[in-house]
C-alpha cells in the first residue's frame, strides 16, 4: 500500500521560505510522479509542481515559477518543495500524491494521482 507523509508547513512570515518534505513508502514500481497540490479556504484543489521518478523531470505551475521548487533524494524515496518568497496567499494545505506511470499530458491532472497524503497547513503570515 503507497503511502505518503508530507512534514515541515508551519507558520511564516511573508517574504519568507519554507522546505515541504513528502516521504513514499509502499511504492509498486519506479515510474512515477510525485506532485505537489494545494488548497485555500473555499478554493479547489491546484497544480503546485511535480517531480518524476526515475529520471528527475519537474513541472512548476507557471504562476508559480521563480519561487517554487521541487527536488529529491531517490534513496529515501523522498519528494522535497521548496517555497521562497511565500504570499500571503500562499496559505494553503499542501498535499503531496504520486501519479504511477505518468505522462507529461497528465502531470498536472488531478485526478490522475492515486495516493494522497495526510496534507500539511502553510500559513503566511505577519
Known amino acids: 500500500q503507497v503511502r505518503l507523509v508530507e512534514s515541515g508547513g508551519g507558520l511564516v512570515q511573508p517574504g519568507g521560505s519554507l522546505r515541504l518534505s513528502c516521504a513514499a513508502s509502499?511504492?509498486?514500481?519506479?515510474?512515477?510522479?510525485m506532485g505537489w497540490f494545494r488548497q485555500a479556504p473555499g478554493k479547489e484543489r491546484e497544480f503546485v509542481g511535480a517531480?518524476?521518478?526515475?529520471?528527475?523531470?519537474?513541472y512548476v505551475a507557471d504562476s508559480l515559477r521563480g519561487r517554487f521548487t521541487m527536488s529529491r533524494d531517490s534513496a529515501k524515496n523522498t519528494g522535497f518543495l521548496q517555497m521562497n518568497s511565500l504570499k500571503s496567499e500562499d496559505t494553503a494545505i499542501y498535499y503531496c500524491?504520486?501519479?504511477?506511470?505518468?505522462?507529461?499530458?497528465?502531470?498536472?491532472?488531478?485526478?490522475?494521482?492515486?495516493?494522497w497524503g495526510q496534507g500539511t497547513q502553510v500559513t503566511v503570515s505577519l
Open positions: 500524491a504520486r501519479q504511477p506511470n505518468p505522462i507529461t499530458s497528465t502531470i498536472r491532472d488531478r485526478d490522475r494521482y492515486t495516493a
Open positions: 509502499g511504492l509498486p514500481s519506479n515510474s512515477y510522479a
Open positions: 517531480i518524476r521518478w526515475p529520471n528527475g523531470a519537474t
